[in-house]
């Protein structure tokens, strides 16, 4: 029997050179969810400039990478990240420390593996504090490299990235983003998720059918299809824009896929994306109640890089980019900003009979023909971390 899995990827740097306000709402209650919840932001502001193109991007990526740099930061430049992730003043650490520890913990170890790492030029003088923060709190490798040959500094990188994600993130870093005299400092975060659904799909029951793109077009895609129960519902927009909520849990119980998309045909997804955050996904679980459907999913591939100095300064994280206005003074001496954060994230959901590990599928035969969803236009998927309500991919599917 074959399965469906779901491969994720994420890899975030940020390029530290020497150089020569986030809207108030209601404040979530996890540290998983503040920072994916900026996250979300980020990735709501991706995708406005992007309406008709696939998006993929890691909340808790961004939220990491922040999280990271934040014991360097001092004056404004840490007050606008503290702002931005919405962490209390006094002491992130020890609850991004635990949230760390249980994302990777044991039990989700065969999901998620979350890696981070620091690429210091040779001989650049780090503090100590900071070196042990980013140990304690994200468990980061440091590997002294040469940046004066950018080329194979980037080769290393590369390799680093490739390892962590099991080959499907390359050439993350050009040699043209590093700088052989002012580059001091990388930082990466890399994210890889490989789930299998708790209640699979048979992929004899795959056949090729319509689906309707963001451009309008129809194109032929192979359409995964399942009789099953699963949790699904209907939810609206502040503006009253209608859209429906099917939750794919993965096997382990502790993830799940969550895919939204507007009842109504002629909708645009984008009448929904500003609704998107940590606090609706939370409501949504008030709208869901567990109903048998056939449902009809397009397997698919998507792969996305973001550059997140715009969202983020849009945002009012800004200092950190800027030269002159960056304050990292516990991160060392020498004055530093960040000259680069990009993100690329892939995600594949396909059918994968080797890898099948034991699950237990819930297909119950229906008397009288259930109700059909059929996932056949422009939809949004988040990957949650549901104990912690932590959203490690969010994505934006126009065309599978
Ligand atoms: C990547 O993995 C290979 C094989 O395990 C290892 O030899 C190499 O040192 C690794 N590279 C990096 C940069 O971690």
């Not at 939220?63 to 503290?82: D, E, F």
């Not at 030269?323 to 900003?337: I, N, Q, T, W």
Request: charged letters at 20%; aromatic letters at 8%.
């Amino acid at each position: 029997m074959s399965c469906v899995c779901v491969l994720c990827t994420s890899v975030l740097l940020a390029v530290l050179m020497l150089c020569g306000a986030v809207p108030e709402s209601q404040v979530p209650v996890s540290y998983g969810e503040r920072g994916s919840n900026l996250g979300l932001q980020v990735f709501r502001r991706v995708v406005q400039e992007k309406p008709q193109e696939n998006v993929v991007l890691s909340p808790h990526g961004v939220a990491s990478i922040l999280g990271m740099l934040l014991p360097g930061a001092h004056g404004n430049t840490k007050r606008q990240l503290i702002a931005g992730l919405r962490y209390k003043k006094k002491g992130p650490y020890k609850i991004l420390r635990k949230l760390h520890k249980t994302l990777t913990s044991k039990s989700n170890t065969d999901l998620v593996t979350i890696a981070n790492a620091l690429f210091p030029q040779e001989g650049f003088d780090m503090h100590d504090d900071f070196l042990e923060a980013s140990r304690d709190n994200f468990m980061a490798d440091s590997h002294s490299l040469d940046y004066r040959n950018p080329q194979q500094a980037a080769d290393f990188i590369n390799e680093w990235v490739s390892n962590r994600t099991k080959g499907h993130i390359q050439n993350l870093v050009q040699p043209d983003i590093l700088d052989p005299t002012l580059t001091r400092l990388v930082a990466v975060n890399s994210i890889y998720f490989k789930g299998l659904w708790k209640s699979r799909f048979n992929a004899q029951n795959t056949k090729m059918r319509t689906f309707t793109g963001g451009d309008g077009k129809s194109y032929k895609v192979p359409m995964m299809s399942q009789l099953s129960i699963f949790n699904i519902g209907m939810a609206n927009t502040p503006d009253g824009v209608k859209y429906r909520v099917i939750e794919l849990p993965y096997h382990g119980n502790s993830m799940s896929m969550f895919i939204a998309l507007p009842s109504d045909e002629s909708t645009p997804l984008a009448a929904i994306m500003p609704h998107l955050s940590t606090e609706t996904v939370h409501g949504w679980g008030s709208v869901m109640h567990q109903g048998k459907i056939r449902l009809l999913l397009p397997k698919f591939t998507a792969e996305a890089e973001v550059d997140l100095e715009g969202p983020l300064s849009a945002m009012g994280i800004r200092d950190l980019f800027i030269e002159g206005k960056a304050d990292f003074r516990h991160l060392s001496s020498e004055p530093v900003h960040v000259s680069k954060a990009l993100q690329k994230a892939k995600i594949e959901v396909n059918e994968d009979g080797t890898k099948a590990a034991v699950a237990t599928t819930a297909i119950v035969l229906a008397r009288s023909s259930p109700p059909w969803v059929i996932v056949d236009r422009p939809f949004v998927f988040l990957i949650r971390h549901n104990p912690t309500g932590t959203i490690l991919f969010s994505g934006q599917i126009n065309k599978p």
